[in-house]
């Protein structure tokens, strides 16, 4: 069964550090790019960060660039997202998710960032 | 960044009825278009990609139009499962971005 499953998240003091990760299984992880997407409580979608199979190519969203980081280990099936500097508005449920379109998503993982 | 715009906000309708949604775009996005499905408590589900192809598993009620600038999903005839909420996503031109979301409740 093709599976993703996030772990990490947690409630952060602002300004802190959280370390989300995203293991897969039942397919070829090395074969696709990988993306973080994340929903603030009540709101829609929100592309947050993708990086190539081979981890070549990195982009990042504005809103978090310089603040987070994206990684892979193609040897472990498992993506990564270092998040630093957190703020209130990072708040939201933080989704992995194959290639683009996005065709299998994890179940989410709660990033809540309050003092 | 090319902004989505989905119409209606919310579609009040009944079970077998047609449902269409709209999704817009500020500029051409060609085919790139993608529709996702996401219920309450869960994560999104692929439901059409590159503007009118099913992904594995999605029912033939689901069907999907457009390129360019103009998209639209169509559910046939509505099964009480199919009362969620529906995005509309881009990937033609970097970074993706995803439409503010349609929600479709029982009326």
């Known amino acids: 069964e093709v599976q993703l499953v996030e772990s990490g998240g947690g409630l952060v003091k602002p300004g802190g550090s959280l370390r989300l990760s995203c293991a897969a299984s039942g397919f070829t992880f090395s074969s696709y790019s990988m993306n973080w997407v994340r929903q603030a409580p009540g709101k829609g979608l929100e592309w947050v960060s993708s990086i190539s199979s081979s981890s070549s190519y990195i982009y990042y969203a504005d809103s978090v660039k310089g603040r987070f980081t994206i990684s892979r280990d193609n040897a472990k099936n498992s993506l990564y997202l270092q998040m630093n500097s957190l703020r209130a508005e990072d708040t939201a449920v933080y989704y992995c998710?194959?290639?683009?379109?996005?065709?299998?998503w994890g179940q989410g993982t709660t990033v809540t960032v309050s003092s | 960044e090319i902004v989505l715009t989905q119409s209606p906000a919310t579609l009040s309708l009944s079970p077998g009825e047609r449902a269409t949604l709209s999704c817009r775009a500020s500029q051409s996005v060609s085919s790139y278009l993608a529709w996702y499905q996401q219920k309450p408590g869960q994560a999104p589900r692929l439901l059409i990609y590159d503007a009118s192809n099913r992904a594995t598993g999605i029912p033939a009620r689901f069907s999907g139009s457009g390129s360019g600038t103009d998209f639209t999903l169509t559910i046939s005839s509505l099964e009480p499962e199919d009362f969620a909420v529906y995005y509309c996503?881009?990937?033609?031109?970097?970074?993706?971005?995803f439409g503010q979301g349609t929600k479709l409740e029982i009326k």
């Open positions: 996503q881009q990937r033609s031109n970097w970074p993706d971005t």
């Open positions: 998710a194959r290639d683009s379109p996005y065709d299998v």
